[in-house]
């Protein structure tokens, strides 16, 4: 009976509720009758500025000014007389201004910056920037879209302090690597974590072009409030949303041509020749040429490898966006197709895109928000052999295959290089084989969808309940033809990688302004799970190429299919406070609970906590008169994130499945892994940042200055075990880190006449040094076989930055022209005791530049990227003393060898008894200035075409120019850097990475 008359009174209670919210709207509706004309100018000249904000201040109703700068906007009768339009554009000051009832406004926007104003998003929130307590940069689209990328990520590079985006690969799609603050972690991921939308998951596959801004949190005071994977920064992406007013159509394609950025001199006929005739000479064997050979030789064409493998390569945009909407529905939908071909042959990258947001208001008290993105990739990746020597792999090859030699037999068919001397590389390929007779795809399918729902059951008060979903399937196709001229009978593998990731977040917060007092609070709960799943399957042996990864079971010889599943959840409790009283004093305190099924039952739970305070200065009445400063605010923060830095599955005695062979029999068989589980503690990054931001001149000078200090306690570390306990290591928290460094940006307004000028600059010194190791054992980076050496690079050691490169240090030659090495411990012999460091991969600082001119309708920018004071060891030079193989090296080593009569020379003896070790003779300074992009515009006349808002034309050229002393193909590599690798500051037969001139158009319509 009980719950009958409930169920009655929350029918009826319903009812009325939605009598009462159709009659308000009802009533809103014959209010909402008043219509504002107006427009936007600047200057003396009282040029209409196109694209400004019109926005009803404490509502969702906006439009944009048209090209001539203006504006209709359609408000709420009620608001006809205390309205307020706010009115902002990039480079102008915003402005409020009352309506009183006018229909008609005219309003004059003054030259300045009105960052202090822009809107910046945070966890769980937004704030305006003059309103910030803890680090955070914000990068907008107009920058992230500056030049075509197949990685949005690659846009990031030198656009903030704080932020180094490490190249890894050249190859199309290729995803670099980024540091915020420096490296954190050994075993666990250093990557930042990335929020789309409010969904923390992957950016992979997200154009630029669909992008609003990107927020970087670097402190713990903004990163806090995503607690156990807060440690290395969070990327808060947010795609572009629809504004009420009239729909509006924006369109960019452009197209550009892509090439090698710079070729290396190799030796020709003659050179080559004549060098291996010198080897032999000096090894006591025959003479591989006579001299009359060599002369022929050196009248007949040489063969550059590094043509037949490398081309002038296409990449090609298109970009939709159509946006618009009322007071009550926005939306934004977009398509996007990206086409990258590879300057490596046929190694290809196409991305196609569809997204979709949507906001609508129901009514006073509910709302809903959709947003939804799909995306789909197809890659046909050329493994370059990283690592590869000898010519064994396609760099690799392309650089040592003899230049006398050609790609091809007289009757059209591939040459098999390592069978044409006896004396040749056995494992020299034919580059060209790789490219045509090897196929390595894969085809990604990306799909990200959340939504939410809001309830404001009175002013200042939301309730959201959000939800998402984030699917990756991929699949992967390699196959080798059928081929003897490279010994090959067909191999097929098919690997696929299925990843999905639930997330529910529910949230409350509150906004409330109690006369000097501000209050803005959030607290909620977030639970997310993550499920992988694998399936591969191979072969070798084929009769036929026709049906290459899709008929495994033809193949000759099988191999083990294997599969995998790994499922992970973490549930969290978070809260944030911020506090503001008369704008002047700011605090914000924030708090989080994770609890993660990777750790062991008593360190499942962690707390993040973390808080900030700020004095803006500058509203202080003593500071008034100094009519210089517009802004000055002092940040202090402190607060501590996490690194769930675990595997699924790693604190359990997991049992593995093998195959073992009793007799003549096979069996399955379970067994532990050769690692040790046990109890883990998180690894938990303690930080202090101090901040200063000052704004000169009406703001337009504006510096940014931060000191941050970062210690990472309880680093997981892999501790060997005796061969006794069954067990060859286990995992234990058992190192410490720390990063500590100073940041510093500068935004200026030079400009703002008939010519307007504004440059940005940061710079950014970070310094890393590891406190604590198990032990204070050293670990050893991965070792290198080249053929002459055999060794690691990389080490970590306590007192010693991240990455170090450890070795011997040279002292000149021999009386025979062999290398000697430094006796550093003069025990009267050359060992592993003579090792000291010998380079440092970490840069002493970032920078980039970007200046922006522009004059009547002309636009020119130029931005400059660079890192200084990092060294690279170039693995790719080991070759130069590898002479047993007829390899082709360096032009420069055939004339500056050491012979008797020269030797003080950059080469040793030539000889294949000539030995080596990882030492100071293969690094580099891989410092560099780089001219990012160059781009040169037209804007066409505002109104010459009526239908258009904006037409822009432009050329652009990036990595036109680098500065550096590296010797190689390019500074800005990592061949093998990933989100935990040891092994930094490599370059070893990478991907090169290209120059590109493009074309493009811009049009809003």
Known sequence: MLLKRLLAGLTLWCGLFSLNTQAQDAAASRQR?????????????????????????????????????????????????NGVLVISHIG????EIVLNGRSSLSIVLVAGDNKMGEIVVIGYGTVKKKDLTGSIAQVQSKELNAFPTGNLLQALSGRTTGVQVLQNDGKPGAA??????????????????????????????????????????????????????????????????????????????????????????????????????????NDGLTPYFTGGQVDSLSKLPSTDWQDQVLHPARVMLHSLNISGGNDKTQYSVSGNVFLQDGIIRNSDFNRYSLRANLNHTISKIFSFSVNALLTREKTDAKTTGTGSNRGS???????????????????????????????????????LTVISGQTNATIANRELANAAFNIRPFDGLVIKFSGGIQNEDDRNDAFTLIDPIINSTGSASVSTTQNISLLSENTVSYNKTFGDHSLSAVAGFSYQNNITTTLNGSG???????????????????????????????????????????????????????????????????????????????????????????????????????NNALNPYQTLNALGSSKVVFGDALYTAYGPGTTKPGPLKWETTYE???????????????????????RTRNLLNNVQLPASTGYTNTLQNVGEMQNKGWEFSADALVLDKAVKWNISANISFNRNKIIKLYGGQDIYGSPFYTGPINDFVNLLRVGQPLG??????????????????????????????????????????????????????????????GTQGNDIFNMNATQTIDLG??????????????????????????????????????????????????????????????WSRNIQVYVSGQNLITITKYSWYDPEVNSLGSGNSINQGIDYYSYPTAKTFTFGIRCGF
């Open 92 to 95: 102008y000051t915003e402005q």
């Open 688 to 710: 202090y940042d101090g901040g200063l931001d000052l704004g000169l001149f009406g703001n337009r000078l504006n510096l940014t200055a931060d000191y941050y200090y970062k």
């Open 393 to 431: 792999g396609l760099m690799s090859a392309a650089i040592s295959a003899p230049p006398i030699l050609s790609p091809y037999n007289s009757d059209g068919t591939f040459r098999r290089l390592n069978t044409v001397y006896p004396w040749l590389s056995n494992v020299l390929i034919n580059p």
């Open 176 to 281: 670099p690597s980024i540091r915020i603050r420096g490296v954190n972690s050994i075993l666990g991921s250093n990557e930042p974590l990335y929020v789309i939308d409010g969904f923390p998951g992957s950016a992979t596959g997200i154009q630029a072009t669909d992008i609003e801004t990107m927020d970087v949190l670097k402190d713990a005071s903004a990163t806090a409030i995503y607690g156990s994977r807060g440690a290395n920064g969070v990327i808060i992406i947010t795609t572009k949303r629809g504004r009420a007013g009239k729909t509006q159509v924006d369109y960019e394609t452009s197209y550009g041509i892509q090439r090698v950025a710079k070729k290396l001199k190799l030796m020709n006929n003659f050179q080559w020749a004549s060098f291996y005739n010198e080897q032999a000479a």
């Open 540 to 642: 070798t042996g084929f009769l036929s190429n026709v049906e290459q990864t899709y008929d495994l079971q033809g193949a000759a010889t099988q191999g083990i299919a294997s599969s995998s599943y790994n499922k992970s959840v973490l549930l969290s409790y978070l809260g944030r406070l911020n506090y503001s009283y008369k704008g002047k004093y700011l605090a914000t305190f924030s708090y989080r609970r994770d609890g993660s099924s990777k750790f062991s039952i008593l360190s499942k739970w962690s707390d993040f906590p973390s808080g900030a305070l700020a004095w803006r200065i500058s509203e202080e009445k003593f500071l008034q008169p100094v009519k210089a400063i517009s802004n000055l605010k002092l940040r202090g923060s402190y607060g501590a994130t996490g």
């Open 885 to 946: 193989f007829a390899l082709n090296e360096p032009a420069d080593e055939f004339s500056n060898h050491w012979t008797t009569a020269k030797t003080n020379a950059k080469y040793p003896k030539v000889s294949r008894s000539i030995s080596g070790n990882i030492s100071d003779r293969y690094v580099e300074d891989g410092s560099y200035l780089r001219f990012k992009n160059i781009q040169l515009a037209y804007n066409l006349p505002p109104g010459l075409i009526k």
């Open 33 to 81: 009758d008043f219509t504002i004309t107006g427009a936007v100018t600047s200057g003396t000249e009282k040029n209409g500025v196109a694209g400004a904000s019109v926005l009803l201040k404490g509502s969702v109703t906006g439009v944009s000014t048209d090209a001539s700068g203006n504006f209709t906007i359609t408000i709420p009768g009620n608001r006809k007389s």
């Open 804 to 865: 170090i490169f450890y070795g011997y240090k040279e002292n000149g030659y021999t009386s025979t022209g062999n290398i000697q090495y430094k006796d550093l411990n003069q025990d009267g012999a050359i060992n592993a005791s003579d090792k000291t460091y010998i380079g440092n991969p970490n840069p002493k600082f970032i920078y980039g530049v970007n200046s922006s001119l522009s004059y009547k309708g002309f636009e020119l920018t130029v931005f400059v990227q």
